[in-house]
């Protein structure tokens, strides 16, 4: 298979796929037992005492299958035991049966069900931490700008001769530096300190900002961030998923905390309007707005010329303006790999239209594009007025817009984005602007870690070294990303996958024996039900298979049901004439679950962990087939592997054309 055919992410989900069934390759005591996780200790006791009638060593009378017994017993009775006993269980619903073990560790310094479970959550939280507590635990973002205008002040064919010039020192812009440190207080409320400090032209400034963020369901939550040195901000944020199609959002910003300026409010709104795309509606209140007499002489509403009232006063902090807007965003899929992103901002001061599109090129390469115009206001009669109230003693505005002037500023940006590994990212993003030059950026993202480093390549808009930082780039980028990441990442998942086969395959094999084993125990006991059942026109399972199966169920009552049992009988020919069969027959294993002329698996997990079922293919998404009889008539169920199965039931009835086969 060359690089070119190569599915890669078929690959890269058959290896999460694989990855995620060797985590759970341990046995499933509540399936073992077919119980649920909210079973009762009776459901357990009568669930433990019919398989016990079957595995019991004294029942069986060769050496052999008295030893294969022992091992099916001890497995049954070890699941008894965990399940009946209130702090082994709370152990193994947190960590399996390593936390069983555990349970054992902690011995007795525990009492109440809710210390209990308070404690293994601690454990869970330990050993996650111990493995990626540098990593999950603290993020950093490092920016370092740099001025690189000496390399562009001269035309391209000198700045290309002259290698000294190439070499000369870059100036140093700004510097901005931000590490925080996260912890979960509760099950939902978490804890952030982020430090972060800033210089430029020589002047520094810092801060140290506390967040708490409380999440009382998957589809809410809400944070307050408050910064501990001057200039004070207190910073309110929420976010309100009403329904797969509704979404709300608001953020509350208030740059003094003794109210002297007005909190600048953003509320959004969005909705899926069609198909992939999504419409959103944001509102900004600004802070330069009053409330009658309220906020009248903010420092955000008076003219930054002082009157001689003003001057006497001893200066105060500086509060960063912002104007008011309203903006409408539509964003969505237009292709499978290509998404568009389309903004209107209508502003007080200035107002902006921008577009963007991204191509994905496979999962771990994306290349993007978009325009930006921006639109500048004309000032504002300095008689004009904007208040809410009866108070006519308010302050006048006059550094907003009423009305949009020309066209300010237009940028147009590129921007790269590839996947190293699982763990790194790389990002380049080139920026033209007629007001600001050209600049480019390059990031690096390292799990939680971030390093910027944007560069200023020219003050002027100049579209040659704006196409040369973009296309060299990319054009190596491409390059590098088909002849060397491409097959080193083919590599990687193809040596990983043969890795976890060959991890599994004793396991599965051993698994696969023990289940052979356990069938081989319940056969006379189960084909004497089978027969008085048959008899009595009760529950027969006449078929049941498991696994990667190759064929659908045709709907009830219609004419392809015939079609539909043809090919489940040549798919069963296929599978069992397959070197490494993709199913595995489980009618007596399936019988033996029947209780009373009923049978009832639970959902959640996977269903090889029943007795007498094992895997029949590592990784693969797993159905179970079943076909059984209950008072002369034929009925068919096909179930995904985590899903319930309830039988009999008149919806799985297969239709007069079955009944005599």
């Given amino acids: 298979m060359n690089d070119e055919s190569w599915d890669e992410e078929a690959d890269e989900a058959k290896l999460h796929a694989m990855e995620r069934a060797a985590e759970t390759a341990e046995p499933d005591y509540y399936r073992l037992l077919n119980v649920s996780r909210q079973a009762s200790a009776d459901d357990v006791r009568d669930a433990y005492r019919r398989l016990s009638r079957l595995f019991h060593p004294d029942r069986h009378r060769s050496a052999e299958q008295r030893e294969w017994a022992q091992r099916q017993f001890h ?40 210390d209990l479970l308070e404690a293994f959550e601690r454990e869970a939280r330990r050993r996650r931490f111990e493995e990626i507590e540098q990593w999950t635990q603290s993020e950093s973002t490092v920016t370092v700008s740099l001025d690189s205008t000496r390399l562009t002040a001269d035309p391209l064919p000198r700045r290309l001769r ?34 972060q400090a800033m210089s430029r032209d020589g002047r520094g400034s810092g801060n140290v900002i506390g967040t708490l963020t409380y999440t009382p369901g998957p589809h809410t939550w809400a944070s307050a961030s408050i910064s501990a040195l001057p200039p004070h901000r207190l910073t309110l944020q ?104 389309l903004e209107v901002t209508a502003g007080i001061e200035h107002s902006l239209a921008s577009a963007t599109y991204l191509h994905e090129v496979d999962s771990h390469f994306s290349v993007s594009g978009g325009v930006t115009a921006v639109g500048v206001g004309a000032p504002m009669p300095r008689d004009a007025r904007f208040r809410i109230g009866d108070d006519d003693s308010v302050a006048t505005a006059p550094n907003v817009a009423s009305g949009l002037q020309g066209l300010g500023d237009v940028l147009l940006h590129a921007e790269m984005v590839a996947t190293a590994d699982s763990w790194t990212k790389l990002g380049w993003r080139v920026e033209f602007s007629l007001a600001s030059g050209v600049q480019v950026a390059a990031t690096l993202h390292y799990l939680g870690h971030r390093i910027q480093l944007p560069v200023l390549l020219t003050p002027l808009p100049d579209p040659t070294v704006a196409v040369l930082a973009a296309l060299l780039p990319t054009v190596a980028a491409l390059g590098l990303h088909y002849a060397v990441l491409r097959p080193r990442r083919r590599r990687i998942v193809q040596q990983r996958l043969d890795e976890l086969r060959e991890e599994q395959r004793a396991l599965l094999y051993q ?151």
């Fill in 511 to 661: 698994r696969k024996r023990h289940a052979q084993e356990a069938v081989q125990l319940m056969a006379p006991a189960v084909e004497r039900g089978r027969s008085a059942a048959r008899a009595a026109g009760g529950l027969v399972i006449e078929c049941a298979l498991y696994g990667d199966l190759p064929f659908d169920i045709a709907a009830q009552n219609s004419n392809t049901l015939q079609a539909a049992l043809d090919r489940f009988w040549s798919s069963r020919a296929a599978l069992s004439a397959a070197d490494e069969p993709r199913a595995a027959d489980v009618t007596l294993a399936l019988q033996a679950l029947v209780t009373g002329d009923q049978l009832v698996i639970v959902s959640g997990g996977s269903k090889h962990s029943l007795p007498g079922f094992y895997d029949p293919i590592f990784g693969a998404p797993k159905r179970l087939f079943v076909r059984y009889r209950f008072r002369g008539v034929v009925h068919e169920a096909l179930v995904a592997d985590d899903e319930a199965l309830a039988i009999p039931m008149r919806a799985h009835a297969a239709g007069p054309s079955l009944q005599s086969t």
């Fill in 75 to 114: 497995s049954v009775s070890r699941a008894y035991e965990v399940l009946t006993d209130a702090r082994a269980r709370a152990a193994y619903d947190q960590l399996g049966e390593k936390g069983v073990q555990t349970a054992t560790a902690l011995g007795l310094k525990v009492q109440s069900p809710r």
């Fill in 162 to 195: 002259s290698y000294r010039t190439m070499l000369g020192p870059v100036g140093l812009q700004s510097l901005f530096v931000r590490q925080a440190f996260s912890a979960d207080l509760s099950a939902r409320l978490r804890a952030t300190v982020a430090g």
């Fill in 238 to 341: 929420g976010s309100f998923q009403q329904s797969l199609e509704r979404f709300y959002t608001t953020e509350v910003v208030q740059h003094s905390l003794d109210l002297s300026t007005p909190p600048s409010v953003t509320a959004t709104a969005g909705r899926l309007l069609f198909g992939g795309t999504v419409g959103t509606l944001t509102v900004r209140t600004g802070n330069q707005y009053a409330l009658g007499p309220l906020w009248a002489r903010s420092p955000t509403r008076t003219s930054t010329s002082a009157t001689a009232t003003a001057a006497a006063r001893p200066p105060a902090r500086k509060v960063p303006r912002a104007s008011s807007s309203v903006v409408l965003g539509l964003s969505g899929a237009c292709s499978e790999r290509g998404k568009f992103a």
